[in-house]
């Protein structure tokens, strides 16, 4: 079953499972940009992420590789 995020709040829940902070306004601005409505699928939160910008994924290679040091 495919994963469905019913609102705004949970987009920003799997976006922080994911390890990327951000701010509603960001969420709601990006979601305005690419022409995303509710429900929104894991295609949409794949967008969501690439719109959001490099930045974010500088971030998350940052900490998997905290993550990495720190399991020694």
Not at 36 to 45: A, K, S, T, Y
């Amino acid at each position: 079953m495919e994963q469905r995020y019913e609102s705004i709040p949970d987009i920003m829940k799997a976006l922080r499972k994911r390890r990327i902070q951000v701010s509603r306004k960001e969420v709601e601005s990006g979601l305005e940009y690419l022409g995303l409505r509710e429900p929104f699928g894991p295609g949409d939160v794949a967008d969501l992420i690439g719109h959001l910008g490099p930045q974010h994924a500088v971030n998350r290679r940052i900490i998997r590789t905290e993550g990495v040091l720190t399991s020694k």
